[in-house]
């Protein structure tokens, strides 16, 4: 929370920053150019890959390597190697791309969680000074409580969230 005691953030990011950062993503596109989208029922209906599965797979390669006579023209294990090879290039980077995304998503909701509980804090503020009568606070305190007009407590701040004494 935005307060004294306890704000873990206070910070935003450059222009420059944003820029370089929206660069540096698109250089990955650009870099990968094959990157594919599937459908939502693609996802589903395509066989996965697992542990299990991929050293079934390397064995599979392995045999049609050793005994590639035995196999149709259809089949290309040379393909077969790409695709594996690909999958486990990918594994690598996905793993980066997912710590990197979850710090993302962990600071994005932090600094949302601080903002809005010192809007709360702030809410509450204002409400009382609007009790106590100081003069200018009671539009400040009408135009806050719409957040809260559509929950059945009268425009009250949710009791649910701690704030802090003031």
């Known amino acids: 929370m935005s307060n004294l005691t306890n704000n873990r953030l206070n910070i935003t990011a450059t222009a420059a920053q944003i820029t370089a950062v929206k660069t540096a993503l698109q250089t ?5 150019p094959f990157l594919v989208g ?20 390397e ?17 290309s294990v040379p393909n077969m190697v790409n ?20 710090k993302l998503g962990d600071t994005q909701l932090l ?6 509980s010192s ?5 509450k503020l204002f409400g ?15 135009q806050l409580k719409q957040r809260f007009a559509n929950q059945g407590n009268k425009g009250a701040a949710p009791t649910s969230q701690p704030v802090p004494a003031a």
Request: aromatic share 6%; proline share 3%.
């Open 38 to 57: 599937l459908t939502t029922e693609e996802r589903i209906a395509l066989p996965t890959i697992d542990v299990n599965n991929k050293a079934f797979t």
């Open 128 to 142: 009382s000074a609007s009790e106590a009568g100081v003069a200018g606070t009671d539009p400040i305190v009408n």
């Open 59 to 75: 064995d599979a390669i392995a045999a049609g390597v050793n005994n590639n006579s035995l196999l149709p023209s259809y089949i």
């Open 119 to 123: 809007a709360l804090m702030l809410y």
């Open 83 to 102: 695709d594996l090879t690909l999958f486990g290039q990918l594994d690598e980077i996905i793993g980066l791309v997912n710590q990197l995304q979850e």
């Open 111 to 116: 600094a949302g969680s601080e903002a809005y």
């Open 28 to 32: 990955i596109n650009t870099n990968l």
